[in-house]
């Protein structure tokens, strides 16, 4: 008795269609089940597309200074009079030569008599995109090639929004860096102690307890200060990554350490030690794989938590000097109460931040129910 091979498609389960799937088809389509997983990948790829092309996004030369402390520019579509207008219109932030009462400075306000007309793909400050290719136009701005101030400008009248762009770049890059660094020591530290075990494990668990018992934030701060105020940037922050790097190693090597002492009792790992194989290729060729799914989770989650501790360390001073920038050295403007009730524009880093942690937070989360084989 013959079967349609077409009818049979057609009754097949559902279950039953994704059986030739690899694996990475499987958490992926796992993945896109969870709408919080989805939405931190949607963030964190809008994050990265943000660092990369800062300089065509800015609406501002980011060190270019003018009006101290200026409010936030508004998008308007009426002239003075309440005239509807076309294409909308900003209205630069201008002093007045009257004084506020309390903090005797000028008061600042727009300026309706030369509005800045807004458009996209407009002429402003050049930069090099990509660090090489000469260019001049920006997303957003104003048509005249004027600085717009949308979040307002510091205490130096630098545009707030433009800084915030850059700083992503260097946010951003220390977190990578440091969480690559401890990605790549932990793993090997881990792996390796665990599959030798007996002597070697309890020296190397030993020591990976000594760096955990370290009080990090004391220790953050005793060794950024070793560094003089006149080392060069580039110096200063390599140093400040190492740092990060040496003492955040420890506990992804725990963690990868359990995993391994489960993963050396497997049959498979049992035969390819009776046939003969090498200590390192059943390290990398049998272990590793295993393991880079928790690998995966746990990079994801440890970003966030070096973005957190580069904005606090940039907040006391100790992780950005200028003329770099990053979220955690602008918000120094805010370590003033006063400061941040007369301008809370200053504040505008700490939602980038924010969105960073719960962007990797949640793209964490969804990979873990997604890599998970139970």
Not at 30 to 46: D, E, F, H, I
Not at 60 to 85: C, M, W, Y
Not at 292 to 300: D, E, G, L, P, R
Not at 307 to 335: C, H, N, R, Y
Request: hydrophobic share 50%; glycine share 8%.
């Amino acid at each position: 008795m013959s079967v349609d091979t077409h009818t049979a498609g057609l009754t097949m389960r559902p279950e039953e269609k994704h059986h030739n799937e690899t694996y990475s088809a499987l958490v992926w389509r796992r993945l896109k089940r969870s709408w919080t997983g989805m939405l931190g990948l949607v963030l964190v790829c809008l994050l990265i597309f943000m660092a990369l092309f800062a300089d065509f996004l800015s609406p501002a030369d980011p060190k270019a200074t003018g009006v101290a402390f200026a409010p936030p520019q508004t998008i308007s579509i009426h002239d003075r009079e309440g005239n509807l207008v076309f294409p909308p219109r900003s209205y630069p932030i201008r002093e007045t030569e009257e004084l506020d009462p309390i903090t005797f400075q000028p008061v600042v306000g727009p300026d309706y008599d030369n509005p800045q007309v807004l458009g996209f793909f407009v002429k402003g400050a050049p930069y090099k995109l990509f660090g090489f290719i000469p260019f001049d136009r920006h997303l957003f701005g104003a048509t005249d090639g004027s600085a717009v101030h949308f979040l307002g400008t510091d205490k130096f009248g630098r545009d707030v929004l433009s800084r915030i762009l850059y700083g992503s770049r260097i946010s951003l890059m220390i977190a990578l860096v440091v969480v690559s660094i401890i990605t790549v020591v932990g793993t090997t530290v881990g792996m390796v102690s665990g599959y030798f075990g007996g002597r070697f494990d309890a020296w190397v668990q030993r020591f990976v307890e000594l760096v955990l018992a370290f009080p990090q934030l004391p220790l953050y701060l005793a060794l950024t200060s070793l560094i003089p105020v006149t080392a060069p940037t580039n110096v200063f922050l390599a140093f400040v990554i190492i740092v990060m790097s040496a003492l955040g190693w420890a506990q992804m090597s725990r963690e990868v350490r359990g995993k391994t002492l489960a993963l050396a009792r497997i049959d498979y790992v049992k035969a390819a030690i009776a046939i003969g194989a090498t200590d390192r290729r059943i390290i990398f060729q049998h272990i590793f794989p295993n393991v880079m799914s928790h690998v995966i989770v746990a990079v994801t989650l440890a970003i966030p938590q070096v973005v957190l501790l580069e904005s606090f360390l940039g907040f006391l001073g100790f992780a950005v000097k200028p003329p770099l920038i990053s979220w955690g050295l602008m918000l120094q403007d805010t370590a003033n109460y006063s400061a941040i009730g007369s301008y809370p524009w200053i504040l505008s880093p700490v939602a980038f931040v924010l969105v960073t942690v719960l962007a990797f937070n949640a793209l964490g989360d969804g990979l873990r129910d997604a890599i998970d084989p139970y």
